[in-house]
């Protein structure tokens, strides 16, 4: 079953696609380096910080989590937008719930295999379309776009989706993530032209 989330912009604006986006219908790949070598079987995912149960994860104990499909749009804030991705994955909800997030928790850090850091407030995750996601239209994710895990953010421009996230940090200070420290914005909303600051 896929759950069709592509009206997910009613909440923030008039149109599906935001202002200053140019639809595409490729899938560009945009990485601030190389695509780093994940080995499923090596690799581990963990909930740290302000949890009450820390979870340390592998690739099969995510897959065995309550999953599902999406349809879903796609921002790069370098004005591309891709509709229409199906993403199969945990939603953050699913996995915040695992973890028991701390009652002080009001903002979140997402680690990557490539050092790549991105933040988010809490309330910003805590949503069913934030996908942990592991398939993409129906096949594994491919290691370019982030496989074998990455988030997606369908309300925000695209660079709050780690890709190869190898960890989730609840933190009770917002700090700032790889572009949120070279200018990019914090909130990230696309629908208010959020990009820089
Ligand atoms: N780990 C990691 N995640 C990342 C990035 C990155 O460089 N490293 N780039 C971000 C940016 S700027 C964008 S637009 C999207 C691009 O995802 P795609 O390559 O699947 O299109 O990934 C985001 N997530
Ligand atoms: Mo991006």
């Known amino acids: 079953m896929v759950t069709d989330r592509t009206d997910l912009y009613t909440e923030f604006g008039d149109s599906r696609l935001p202002p200053g986006q140019q639809q595409t219908d490729g899938f560009p790949v945009l990485s ?40 879903q ?8 937008s891709k509709f229409d991705c199906q993403f199969t994955g945990v ?14 928790a009001v903002h979140v850090m997402f680690h990557s ?21 592991y398939g993409y239209d129906g096949d594994d994710l ?3 776009h982030g496989g074998p895990l990455r988030v997606v953010t369908p309300h925000k421009y695209a660079y709050k989706g780690a890709k190869w996230v190898t960890g989730v940090e ?16 914090s909130t990230a909303d696309p629908w208010n032209e959020e990009r820089y600051g």
């Open 32 to 71: 601030k380096g190389g695509t780093p070598a994940v080995d499923p079987a090596e690799w581990s995912f963990e909930v740290f910080g302000a949890v009450d149960d820390p979870l340390a994860l592998s690739f099969e104990e995510l897959q065995e989590l309550p999953g599902e499909t999406q349809k």
């Open 73 to 80: 749009d796609f921002h790069c804030v370098t004005g591309w």
């Open 91 to 104: 939603s953050f909800p699913i996995i915040a719930e695992r973890a028991g997030v701390d009652s002080d």
């Open 113 to 133: 295999a490539d050092g790549y850091t991105t933040d988010l407030p809490l309330e910003d995750c805590l949503r069913e379309e934030v996908l942990f996601a």
């Open 142 to 144: 491919p290691a370019d």
């Open 170 to 185: 609840l933190l009770t200070e917002p700090e700032r993530g790889y572009w949120e420290q070279r200018g990019y914005s």
